[in-house]
Nanobody, 122 residues
Framework: VQLVESGGGLVQAGGSLRLSCEASGSDFSVYGLGWFRQTPGKEREFVAAISGSGRSTHYTDSAKGRFIISRDNDKNTVYLQMNSLKPEDTAVYYC????????????????WGQGTQVTVSS
């Protein structure tokens, strides 16, 4: 599985961005999908995840109420709608895919995209 993110950029605090991650390959619906982010000198941290069916979602506390993860299995794409962005959301955002049932830990993901930069100015 190859994953390609898009949609990052520069936005003012309070603004919105929608990240997309398109996957190649077949059987897209068998993969749980997650969004993680990383800033220099820090470990990659979990942001949001969605099960293969899309019926189950998970969010880190800082993302709850502001971010929405969704997927379109017909388009092999997962999305992260980010609203009310804050400067502390600035990071490189990665999407990842896993066949495991644990969705919130990066070590359980087998496939990763190259990342997309999100910068939120104050």
């Amino acid at each position: 599985v190859q994953l390609v993110e898009s949609g990052g950029g520069l936005v003012q605090a309070g603004g919105s961005l929608r990240l997309s991650c398109e996957a190649s390959g077949s059987d897209f619906s068998v993969y749980g999908l997650g969004w993680f982010r990383q800033t220099p000198g820090k470990e990659r941290e979990f942001v949001a995840a969605i099960s293969g069916s899309g019926r189950s979602t998970h969010y880190t506390d800082s993302a709850k109420g502001r971010f929405i993860i969704s997927r379109d299995n017909d388009k092999n794409t997962v999305y992260l709608q980010m609203n009310s962005l804050k400067p502390e959301d600035t990071a490189v955002y990665y999407c990842a895919a896993t066949t495991q049932t644990v969705l919130v830990l990066p070590n359980y993901y087998q496939y990763w995209g190259q990342g997309t930069q999100v910068t939120v100015s104050s």
